[in-house]
């Protein structure tokens, strides 16, 4: 059964950068949806950045309006794994960060759109 693993997050300050990685224990088929989400205490989960399969080794990537411009998702499929760097962080992107896939046609930023989810990792901003 594929799990995902995502080691650690961090903390930073305001304007610094971040990367999270996301590792699939099990394998994961490249035609599957890959993404990362975000949740704050007492709020939904939200779609940071999703990756969508087009032909061998390259994908199409998706962001939220909130990140896009800062926030880069690649994916290393040969490897298994799929990075999310985050640039010029802000602290409102304070939140506990998750993995996900999903074998759905629809690489979407909502949680239905995914199946398999990692562990939280949290990530703190400060100002």
């Known amino acids: 059964q594929m799990q995902l693993l995502v080691p650690g997050g961090g903390a930073a300050k305001a304007g610094e950068s971040l990367k999270l990685s996301c590792a699939t224990v099990?394998?994961?088929?490249?035609?599957?949806?890959m993404a990362w989400f975000r949740q704050l205490s007492g709020k939904e989960r939200e779609g940071v950045a999703t990756?969508?399969?087009?032909?061998?080794?390259?994908?199409?990537?998706g962001y939220s309006d909130s990140v896009e411009g800062r926030f880069f998702v690649t994916r290393y499929n040969d490897e298994n794994t799929m990075d999310l760097q985050m640039n010029a962080l802000k602290p409102e992107d304070t939140a506990m960060y998750y993995c996900?896939?999903?074998?759905?046609?629809?690489?979407?930023?909502?949680?239905?759109?995914?199946?398999?989810w990692g562990q939280g990792t949290q990530v703190t901003v400060s100002s």
């Open positions: 996900a896939a999903g074998a759905g046609a629809h690489c979407g930023l909502e949680t239905k759109d995914y199946n398999t």
């Open positions: 099990g394998g994961i088929a490249e035609s599957y949806c």
């Open positions: 990756t969508s399969f087009r032909r061998p080794r390259v994908y199409s990537t």
